[in-house]
């Protein structure tokens, strides 16, 4: 990454330094032991164009999954209550494609993962992300991680109560966008996407950055539901 890029970063983020929208969060004593991810899919490069910050509703997430191992960190409440939380950074390409695996011999050390489980809670997703996604990135999962972690403090300063969202009559898609947009002046609604499930049930809120990292329009794919689309949040309390 370019070192004009990165200082630009650095402003954007400010001084103050943020972890996810956390009720509470403590890290756990001893660092995660960490396994290479399995690729779930083909390995693909091709020129970064754009990219994604994708930020997860924990609480949606882990509904179900408050007793399982794999989850104990993000879900078991023990160690932390989480809101939103970033999912990870992604690159995309053009036509909806997207790089991705990156041939890599670089692994994100344990160390690494447990400094980011505040932002990240899961270290096996951690490491996926570095994988993934940030081996098409950056050179070295530090650098990776660096880069989002600015770009998240930049936001999750800023994040709108999405448990007092969830209380609103008549919630749809374009009201959700609003409430970020308000909380977060630099954005605007089309520069926000948002990903439900299936039963309408937020899932994700997705920002849109260009190449030089500023936030940009988002492209019909990550822009998700139109604003008139149904939505529901579940509490997180």
């Known amino acids: 990454m370019k070192p004009a890029v990165l200082l630009g970063l650095v402003l954007l983020a400010g001084a103050s330094a943020a972890n996810a929208q956390a009720y509470q969060c403590n890290l756990p004593k001893a660092a995660p032991a960490v396994r290479a991810p399995v690729p ?66 670089r692994q994100a050390s344990s160390t690494l993962v447990r400094q980011n489980m505040c932002m ?11 994988a993934k996604h940030g081996s098409c990135m950056v050179r070295t999962p530090e650098a990776y991680f660096e880069v989002s972690r600015i770009l998240w403090e930049a936001n999750a300063r800023r994040f709108p109560d999405l448990d007092v969202l969830s209380r609103r009559k008549g919630l749809n898609a374009g009201m959700i966008r609003e409430a970020f947009v308000i909380a977060n002046p630099a954005w605007k609604p089309e520069m926000v996407g948002l990903k439900l499930n299936e039963r309408g049930w937020l899932q994700e809120i997705r920002l849109c ?22 939505a529901k949040i579940f509490k997180g309390l």
């Open 40 to 105: 779930d899919g083909p390995v693909r490069r091709m020129p970064v164009t754009h990219y994604t910050l994708s930020l997860s509703w924990s609480p949606e997430y882990c509904r179900g999954r408050e007793r399982n191992t794999a989850d104990a960190f993000q879900c078991g409440k023990r160690n932390g209550r989480f809101g939103l939380i970033l999912h990870g950074l992604w690159p995309e390409g053009g036509n909806n494609r997207w790089p991705q695996w990156c041939p890599t011999a």
């Open 120 to 130: 990240t809670p899961s270290a096996p997703l951690l490491a996926h992300e570095w």
């Open 209 to 230: 950055y260009g190449k030089d990292f500023l936030p940009t329009r988002c492209t019909r794919a990550q822009f998700g539901p139109s604003d008139s689309t149904s």
